[in-house]
């Protein structure tokens, strides 16, 4: 079959690591006889400095005809963004929001696991980690904070600024059904984080989980205050199967998630909507500091790229052959920078893609 | 002198570690001449008992006529809150925000570092830590979300619930002006977190956050997004100094600071306004899983005891002589059992009380 793939290289390393996902996947094709075709498309501060904005109606159209879209690092994570004296609607991230807003991708499903190879990369003790962890943070991404009103005002002289949070049940039943299926296929045990000691869209939000829990008998849950559950992913990372949060703590958690991994390169995300549609991306920033160096690893883009075989084109088969590819890369003793460790061979951003190739 | 002080015991672990905080103090007071006055006040849960609200007007009252108010831990931090059907102004935790907007107290301090003989229960690993760490938390405690407006609606049919997020440039400036004065008497290096790639809040925050760094030419500061904060206190503790963000960034940031120190319950906290006036309260929750059994560690309130000598009473010489029996105590050997390691003596909650009294 041939497949549509719209591409976003990205900003700072995203264009590199985004090539090689692109080799790593015509090589599954070539063995299975699959087809994807691509499609570049802008956004963020590439399009900015083409179209004068992030994010244009045809480009959103574009990726809304393709079958899915991969996308490498966008916005300036982590580093100082020059462009936060700009009106929202010029900044490079208003481009990212408006594609998941107009692409109706409200769940975003963000891994977090050990890798047993890289353990030694995590920062945790070893007595924390035990027999390591593994889960899934399922990230509501078209409501609350992020989309909410929001203004900036002089009001008697002075400079006042207003955002605003709002969820309907709706919203947040969908997000929980697809917690609680994803339980289902897991360990069984959904931890829904809030503030219902403060928030009413929290309180809310802890109502409408309820409700759901009650069609999933055979799914534990509970709920968990974010303050806490920020404690508890560094305190205890073993308890947690499936985390089912909004979108700004989702944000903050699933960050602090994929850091105590200790392998925030090799993680992988998704960002589905009601359908098979979906857009994939790395878990990690665009580290502009080290792009183009030939250095970033490649790998969570790449395992993305396995992701959306298997959630947007039901290519189980194909998606299962990178992920042993990769997982045998590491055995293999190949590391990139960010993973490296005593003993273990450390290659480039491209050599990396090489080695999964060849092992596909 | 005659200081008045407010004493709010609090929920689950706190009556037990505040009646060893003020066991410290009057012994101090003994030594030292002064002399503390008690009065003992309701908020939260046990207010509602009593007078079926989380606050009265009389109980703010007597506060804020008092010199300082010493509170034990609060509300149902650690475990499923039942309170949160309830109407926002019922729920226990409205008693506490009331009483910190009621007496102004927009400056929460929360110190977080490494304390050198507890080094093996931080849960990250040796190289992370490295000689260790010592950062300040310096939360917005009365604006953003937690004040903002909120209502939950049936909007044709559908339940709709929204907060609001409001800052105004006075509420930023105040705290930015308390944040930059504490680094300059510590290294001397402000980090401010926001969201300003998405919320206005935060540009504005980030806008005014630069004017006041103007004044303070012997201060570096930069800006650093809450995602990558929540990522960076895993990562590499050791570059924070002082942490300076709003109400609910602070609220996350916080706890996992604490967190990763692996003694949340040594760790003191301070809430001030303009003036000497200030509430103090340790930084971990109420623990009712272990309330009454005499186990849990009060060194973190009988800190918080102390801090009120030093920023509310001007008594330094004191609040030293606390530390250092709180220091000489751990190098005797003596733990509770949260901090407990191998060869060390462990205590309980009282008998702890005693031996940091037995060292004044
Ligand atoms: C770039 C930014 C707007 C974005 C977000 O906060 O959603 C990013 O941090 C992420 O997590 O995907
Ligand atoms: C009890 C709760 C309202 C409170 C807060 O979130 O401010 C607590 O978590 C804290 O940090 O002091």
């Known amino acids: 079959m041939n497949f549509n793939v719209a591409v976003i290289k990205g900003d700072g390393i995203g264009p590199e690591i985004v090539e090689q996902a692109v080799r790593v996947l015509d090589a599954a094709a070539e063995k299975s006889g699959h087809k994807f075709t691509y499609k570049q498309i802008l956004m963020g501060g590439a399009s900015i400095d083409v179209y ?24 300036g994570n982590t580093t100082t963004s020059p462009w936060y004296r700009l009106p929202a609607e010029l900044r490079p991230e208003a481009g990212l929001l408006a594609l998941r807003k107009g692409l109706g991708l409200f769940a975003n499903i963000r891994p977090a696991y050990l890798y047993e190879e890289l353990k030694k990369a995590c920062p945790l003790r070893d007595e924390i980690i035990g027999d390591g962890f593994d ?68 309180r809310l939000w802890r109502q409408v989980v309820e409700e759901v829990a009650e069609d999933y008998d055979d799914v534990t849950y509970e709920h968990m205050l974010v303050d806490n559950c920020a404690m508890q992913l560094v305190n205890d990372p073993k308890q947690f199967d499936v985390i089912l949060t909004e979108n700004m703590f989702g944000d903050i958690l699933s960050d602090e998630a994929s850091m105590i991994t200790g ?79 005593d003993g273990m061979i450390q290659v480039g951003t491209k050599a990396m893609g090489d080695l999964i190739i060849e092992r596909i």
Chains 1, 2 share one sequence.
Request: aromatic share 6%; net charge negative.
């Open 135 to 202: 889960m899934v943070i399922m990230r509501e991404l078209t409501g609350g904070l992020y989309f909410g009103e929001r203004s900036t005002d002089v009001v008697d002289g002075i400079r006042v600024a207003k955002d605003s949070l709002t969820y309907n049940e709706n919203e947040i039943r969908r997000i929980a059904v697809k917690a609680f299926d994803i339980a289902r296929k897991r360990k069984k045990h959904v931890i829904s984080v809030d503030k219902a000691n403060v928030l009413d869209s929290s």
């Open 52 to 75: 004068g904005k992030p994010l244009t109606e045809e480009t959103l159209e574009t990726a809304g005809n393709s079958d899915a879209v991969l996308m490498g690092s966008i916005g």
């Open 263 to 341: 392998s925030i390169g090799m993680l992988s995300s998704a960002s589905l909507g009601e359908g098979k549609f979906g857009l994939y991306e790395p878990s990690h920033g665009s580290a502009p500091d080290i792009a183009g160096k030939d250095i970033a690893n490649p790998i969570a883009t790449v395992l993305s790229a396995a992701m959306m075989l298997r959630y947007s084109f039901d290519l189980d088969a194909e998606a299962d052959m990178i992920e042993k590819a990769v997982k045998k890369v590491l055995e293999d003793g190949y590391r990139t920078v960010d993973i490296m460790s």
